[in-house]
């Protein structure tokens, strides 16, 4: 689902790439001839625009690139003169090891779209490094170059904003970026396929490498309306949002989190148990990392409210400013809110809308820790400076504490990793920073996270949240 992180471990599966240069030439050279981004379940056909670029290998580092943004309802073209990128034989940036396309994966299912009955990912095609030749890095938004050089120029904002952050690690492994992975599931007959498309993904560990993806557009979501006139590697905050699990993922090198049940007494006791779905550690980690990266990606866009508006599924959803979804429910960590966790269905209201709030999922369970956190965050700064730059770097510098405070309790493996474990570390930091009078601060704290406020620990700064 959307903008997922994912750890996926393929170094097992060798391709053997013949090592002679005549072999290896060959073997670039049917990749690059043809459209081979070109598929009935694509919207476009995607395409290699400089394909001598790539097959000569005579690259050129840009003095100008021209790149595509889709903010505030709207996309504009951006041309950015000396951008920080190098191509030397493949193109990397600040924050970029290396810029990679033509990966094909491939897996067979006996039924495909479910998971569970999938098996047996192997590479087809591994990546190559992808070039630039022009000194004007101007492509069209459909080629491969198009698309490395938009989404590459989304990954410097993330990594420039993040070294900006008091905290922040100036050894941050740098990631890979892949453009356009196709990664296919087959039916064992033949007969159906899918391809992962309509998403972007970070993967902690892709054949021991930190990689974000940025897979193809799909025509069902074409036909369907969806991202009408942009893509989503357009979108800064999608791209960014996946630079942010990188980041929570170096400031916390936790073991994976356990798949024991999770039985919250004090949620579960009205849920009859017909209703309800088993809840992981995994599953709490998976929320609480959503709505880190949310964060991220809110605070290195400039935590303007309203930048996400018209992108279909996140617009006012994962807007951390935004106190509502699209039902107007509001993104609070109330108790109905945490009982909805629990639940098999959800949703409050049954719908396949993805713009409306469905709780049993990470991303909207994620986008009320978000809201929660950022207004919490921002009632802080408001104490710390008038300057807005420096209330930015004050919430920044707030998330990599928590980050850094979770990786310390998941290193423990002591204790479940619940809501209330995992909230408190940035909650004290606020409490204990003295940024907001007492009264105001338990005022914020009962509003905002209202289900778990006594399990949070401070009760002694507001006695209020003692348990009746
Ligand atoms: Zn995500």
Redesign the pocket.
Known sequence: M????TSIVLSLIVVSIGCSNETSVRERDERVIGDVYSDDLLSDNFFMEDRECQLTGIAQTPTSIVTRSMQFGSLTEIKQVNPGFNVARVLTAPGIAETTYGTRLARTCLDVGNDATCQGKKIIASSSPLSLCRDEASYSRQSVEGIAVTSAAHVVTAYNFYQSIPGSKKDLPLISLNILPIDMDEAVDGEKRAIKTDNL??FSDFGGKPLIAIYPKSRSAALQGKWNGFYLWEVPWAVI??F??HVMSVHQPAPQASSSSLHDPSTLSTIPTSSRRIVRESDVVDAV??GF??LFAHFATGAKPGQLAGVDCVASKRDPSSKFFANMEAKLLSREVLQQFFLADGTSSGTTDCNQPRYNE??TM?ASIAYSVNALFEAAAIGVSQDEFIRLQFKGEQLLKWANEIGKIRAQGTGTLNFPILITPTIKNIRDGQYLPTETFCQKVGELFSGIKSQLGVEDTCPEFKAQ
């Open positions: 959307w903008f997922r992180l993904s970070y949002h996946e942010g699990h990392s959503e990266a949310d990470p991303h994620g």
